[in-house]
């Protein structure tokens, strides 16, 4: 393969931040880009997913509240600038550090009130009697639900797990709030467990031993229990929805239980021994960072014989209807149509929907790439095969509607740096995608090939 002097990829790369070339990368991600035969779409904003439903608090006289993001953009990428740039001649490996000064985050919101609904953790501690509201604000377990969370985000293993809830959360929060698992969690042995454990983190994390026993114990053999019910209900729902023909609700129910199947298999090895709320911490952030399998399209793998299931997922299919026929669990095959009508039951409010902006600090950006032979073009051209991310503060501003309601969300959302964190992770996965990376690596290979 031909060499590429040093000196011919700095000029190329410098011709992206000259605001008097055609191809200046901030002017292009507004207009686009056209030389010759090449035709460059303009980089206008990056789509996410919608996220699902985020606890922000419960409290009197609202009940759970809770807020989803919707047709969410990342734009701002006409404001990005150059900060340096390393070229391995003999690797032919780009690295380039840019930075986005002024990054735009907009979408739409939809608030919703009422009974146990945002959080499968909300709906959980309703369930063994630790929810309701306290008078002075938030049920004081659901704050330290909280605690917990953005203590565990200080870490990337941490953030992984935290961030892999919140996207399951929709799911879990519909199979912890039907009928048959409120129930369940409202017995003796979850009512206990629960105020133990909430009694354990809150007063004695340096102490008290969360799951006396480990492996042998009680605590551990209930959790087991929960965890398998929960991972065969997402399953099961799975496959219902397969059925039906609803692969999008079935796809969701799949991701959920692989997400639990996965992270069973993570932590067992911690879980096995007795552990204080500050070893459960110090095992998060020494743990290696968990590699989440991709969890497949869901109806075809239930359509397959059994035999031909990974081995942890077929494993966590048998222990569940173990564990539902030793515990004469049923499980429900309409896990969306029994949740929604326990939330109606349980009066559930009008959703706000609104739009919302976001101020997003300056974001660094760290390009790695690499230089390869276009046979069709006969030029050589860039390929961007990864974006790293640091995005700034994220400072949520939704369109206001009724007080007192308002100035509630607007200060939880100011408060709940977890959901600033998650959200910035989003963002950075965003600042990743195929178009951005395409985008930055066709520009410089035009700026390349006009440099030969």
């Known amino acids: 393969m031909t060499r590429v002097p040093r000196d011919r990829v700095e000029t190329a790369f410098a011709r992206l931040f000259d605001a008097d070339d055609p191809l200046f990368l901030p002017t292009a ?45 990342l734009g701002g990428f006409d404001t990005l600038r150059a900060r340096s740039l390393h070229f391995d001649e003999q690797a032919r490996s780009v690295h380039l550090e840019l930075e986005a000064r002024a990054p735009e985050y907009h979408g739409r919101y939809i608030v919703r009130t009422g009974g146990a609904s945002g959080s499968a953790i909300e709906s959980a501690m309703v369930g063994v009697g630790l929810g309701g509201a306290a008078a002075d604000g938030d049920d004081p377990n659901i704050t330290l639900a909280k605690q917990q969370q953005q203590d565990l985000i200080q ?47 809150g007063k004695k994390p340096d102490s008290q031993v969360i799951n006396p026993g480990g492996s042998s114990g009680q605590y551990n053999s209930n959790a087991a229990t929960a965890r398998a019910l ?40 911690v ?24 969890p497949g399209d869901a109806c075809s793998q239930l359509a397959m014989p059994r035999s031909e299931l990974r081995p942890e997922l077929r494993e966590a299919i048998e222990e569940s209807e173990a564990v539902a026929k030793r515990e004469g669990f049923v499980f429900v095959d309409d896990p969306v149509g029994a949740a929604r009508e326990r939330s109606a039951q349980t009066g559930g409010g009008v959703p706000i929907d609104g739009t919302f902006r976001a101020d997003v600090g300056a974001t660094r950006l760290s390009l790695r790439g690499r230089l390869v032979h276009d046979l069709q073009r006969r030029r050589t051209a860039v390929v961007i095969d990864r ?26 959302l100011d408060d709940a740096r977890f959901l600033h964190d998650v959200l910035a992770q989003r963002l950075a996965a965003a600042f990743d995608a195929p178009v951005v990376r395409e985008f930055v690596g066709r520009h410089a290979t035009l700026a390349l090939a006009a440099q030969a």
């Not at 501003?397 to 309601?405: G, H, N, Q, R, S």
């Open 155 to 201: 870490t990337d293993n941490g953030l992984i797990m935290v961030g892999a809830y919140w996207d399951n959360n929709r799911t879990l929060n519909e199979i912890v709030n039907m009928s048959p698992f409120q129930t369940l969690f409202s017995g003796d042995t979850f009512t206990t467990m629960a105020s133990d454990t909430a009694t354990a983190v």
């Open 387 to 412: 974006v790293d991310a640091v995005p700034g503060t994220v400072d949520l501003a939704l369109a206001t509607f009724p007080e007192p309601l308002y100035d509630a969300v607007r200060t939880s």
């Open 29 to 73: 991600a507004r207009r686009g880009t056209r030389v010759r035969r090449d035709v460059i779409h303009p980089l206008r904003a990056v789509a996410l997913d919608d996220t699902t439903p985020l606890l922000l608090f419960h409290r009197d006289p609202w009940g759970g509240v809770s807020i989803e993001l919707r047709d969410q953009k």
């Open 230 to 269: 929960v991972a065969g209900q997402a399953q099961k729902g799975a496959e219902h929805y397969c059925q039906k023909g609803d692969t999008t609700t079935a796809q969701r129910y799949w991701n959920a239980f692989v997400a639990a199947t996965s992270f069973n298999k993570q932590i067992q090895p």
């Open 271 to 294: 879980a096995d021994n007795e552990q204080t709320t500050k070893g459960v911490k110090t095992a998060v952030s020494n743990t290696p960072t968990p590699n989440l399998p991709d």
